[in-house]
């Protein structure tokens, strides 16, 4: 197939590309290089042997992105693009509702005028809101109790492509819950690399341990949970790639909603256990206060990827941590 990444150049994106690369299919890239560096398309090559073409375009810049679909015929849209930041979506949430959404609808806009009918999103287990169990699976109801601009993005993302799937009733749409995307390419050549001050989890015990933030604050340790810190589902980005392939299989019209994740939970301080484990040193960390918006627990029920995909995870905590720690020492030599 004949594939468009928007916001190849990013996280996920990349390892995406390298994964569809190496099942075959063409792969080219639209990204405006906000949040990544057009250098990872040499990365791409180095590991998966053929560069994508790239478009560096913004989707709001509608003739530029519809120009791209006139002069090719993309068989698929993934569509990454997108900004991300919970806590910088609270203070800027216009530029959040008019990037994601308004992105969008101009990307719909570009495929239906040129006849591109099948597209996988980038969701987020953000959608859930707050539910009683925190094991969330895609029939549960979305929306309520989204704590920030940017989940609720994503969405209203959802919707928007429901009620675009009911009025174009021969477009194939698939909605990928992503987890807490983690871990790097086990070259070590592509990982999290965002431009700025980090956000999640991994990319902050990175900045830690390469001496660039002092120390990790561990938000909160009286969560109802056994050591007390917060439970997420961590899935290897190798793996999340990998299900953007299992996903492209069973595209048919409508849309499809599957949660990508491992559908086990670990703690904070279990991720830094790991961590410490696989580099051999102890990662300075205090306790601080819970951060706001912040659930005790949640997982991912992958059942349905599993039946339908036939895809789940393969690497585990500690291959999450080593590639970390890979990408982490090729970064600091550069
Ligand atoms: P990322 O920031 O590394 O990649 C997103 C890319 O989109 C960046 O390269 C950025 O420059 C580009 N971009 C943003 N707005 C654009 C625009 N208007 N036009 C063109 N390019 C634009 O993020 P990621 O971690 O790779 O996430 C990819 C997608 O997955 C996002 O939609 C994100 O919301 C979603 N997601 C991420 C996570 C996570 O924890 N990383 C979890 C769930 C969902
Ligand atoms: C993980 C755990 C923190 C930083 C976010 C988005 C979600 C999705 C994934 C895109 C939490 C704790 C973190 C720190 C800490 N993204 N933590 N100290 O909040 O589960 O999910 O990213 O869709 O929408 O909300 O991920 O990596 O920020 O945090 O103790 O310095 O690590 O409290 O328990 P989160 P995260």
Redesign the pocket.
């Known amino acids: 197939m004949r594939i468009l990444l928007t916001g190849g150049t990013g996280y996920i994106g990349s390892h995406t590309a390298v994964e569809l690369i190496k099942q075959g299919h063409e792969v080219e890239i639209v990204d405006n290089l906000r949040n990544s560096k057009a250098s990872v398309l040499d990365r791409i090559e180095q590991i998966a042997g053929k560069k994508p073409k790239f478009y560096q375009a913004d989707l709001l810049d509608t003739e530029k992105i519809n120009q791209i679909f006139a002069e090719t015929q993309f068989d698929l849209v993934i569509h990454f693009a997108g900004l ?1 930041a ?1 806590g910088e979506s609270v203070e800027i949430p216009l530029e959040y509702y008019k990037n994601n959404i308004g992105g969008t609808i101009s990307l719909l806009e570009a495929m239906r005028a040129n006849n591109c009918k099948r597209i996988i999103f980038s969701s ?3 959608v859930y809101g707050i539910q009683e169990s925190p094991e969330y699976v895609e029939t549960m109801q979305t929306g309520p109790g989204i704590s920030n601009p ?2 609720r993005t ?1 969405y209203m993302i959802e919707e928007i492509l429901k009620d675009f799937a009911v009025a174009n009733p021969d477009f194939e749409v698939t909605i990928l819950r ?1 987890f ?1 995307p983690v871990g790097a390419h086990p070259s070590g050549l592509i990982g999290d690399d965002p431009n700025g001050r980090p ?4 990319p ?1 015990i990175m900045h830690v341990a390469s001496g660039k933030i002092p120390y ?5 340790d009286d969560y109802n949970t056994p050591d007390g ?2 439970i ?1 589902d961590y899935i290897h980005v190798v793996d999340l790639a990998k299900g953007h392939v299992a996903a492209i299989k069973t595209l048919k019209p409508g849309v499809s909603i599957y949660n990508l994740g491992s559908g086990k939970g670990v703690s ?1 301080k279990e991720m830094v256990a790991a961590f410490e484990k696989a580099s051999g040193k102890p990662l300075p960390q205090q306790i601080a206060g819970r ?1 706001a918006g ?1 659930l005790d627990e949640f997982y991912a029920n992958p059942a349905k990827a599993k039946a339908e995909l036939d895809w789940q995870t393969e690497l585990t905590i500690d291959d999450i941590m080593v590639d970390t720690l890979n990408y982490l020492k090729r970064e600091n030599q550069q």
């Open positions: 991300k919970v987020s287990a953000t940017y989940g994503k992503y807490n956000n999640n989890l991994m902050i990790l604050s561990i938000f909160g810190t917060c997420r904070v951060r912040d």
